[in-house]
């Protein structure tokens, strides 16, 4: 029950960092509808940021102007590249940030070296939260956690109760209405888009803590984040926290529970030609952990296109 538990909240953490960075990217796609292939790069820039900067500012401020430096980064790359072949389509979107990933990837490379760099939990916070069976749960991870969950709540009230998530939502469906009515969306599609780069950023600065900060991070986390954004539905923000966490607990409880399917005929009393057998039979579940998120996208599509909380088109 103790390693059940463990699998549990490393699944609901893990879920909700996949939601903090996939949340940008939902976002940018909900409101303007742009498949940003760098949006993981932000994450990564949030991270080296963050790793830069702490020892100026210290951890908590340096998360903080991490995160507003990564936001500041998307707002330029939207005001000066993006804008500028938004009206040729996706293709032309993807192929751009496509681009803009690897020119990212690179000059981390040659800013840091092409190694992990030395970006820690700070003394005070690298401590156990709570002992359960002999085994001490980090504190650290709960925090990462919990500015998930108030990053979330905080995104739903600013698009669902405020005059700025009316103006947002509404240069979406009726642009000329909103220029009519005197806003400039062309700005406020910046502003999302810098949003969306800023809370990829805050999770890279706070993740790149507790797991390791180095080159590659954009492109482990990237293609995840893409399947939850497809897994939850294209734009739905809802969605996209479901997704996140049913990814999180998939994964995690695979790892945790080590089992194959040779074991669970065993335990029901049938399986003892299991063994013998091989092959697909006695394949353990950790080693599919990787691609069981891949496989429920899969499924998704095949049974609900539009994805779990999205609309149809």
Known sequence: MDTLLFSLLNGVVYGLLLFMVSAGLTLVFGMMGVLNFAHASFYMLGAYF???????????LAVVVATLLAGGVGAVVERFFLRRVHHHGHA?????????SFIVAETIKLLFGNFPVNY???A???????????????????????????MFALLYLLLTRTRVGIIVRSAIYRPRMVEALGHNVQFVFMGVFGVGAALAGLAGAIAGAFYTTNPNMALEIGVMVFVVVVVGGLGSLGGAMVASLLIGLLTSLAVGIDRSLADLLAFMGVGGWAQG?????????????STLPFALMLLVLLLRPQGLMGYKT
């Not at 039979?281 to 952990?289: N, P, V």
């Open 120 to 122: 820690q939990v700070p």
């Open 277 to 289: 057998v091989g092959g697909l039979l006695t394949l353990k579940l950790s080693s599919l952990a």
């Open 92 to 100: 032309h979107e993807l192929l751009l940030t496509f681009g803009l």
């Open 124 to 150: 005070v916070l690298d401590g156990p939260a709570f002992s359960l069976g002999g085994q001490q749960y980090p504190l650290y991870r709960l925090l990462m956690g919990g500015v998930a969950l108030v």
């Open 50 to 60: 963050a790793y830069t900067l702490q020892g100026l500012l210290g951890f908590g």
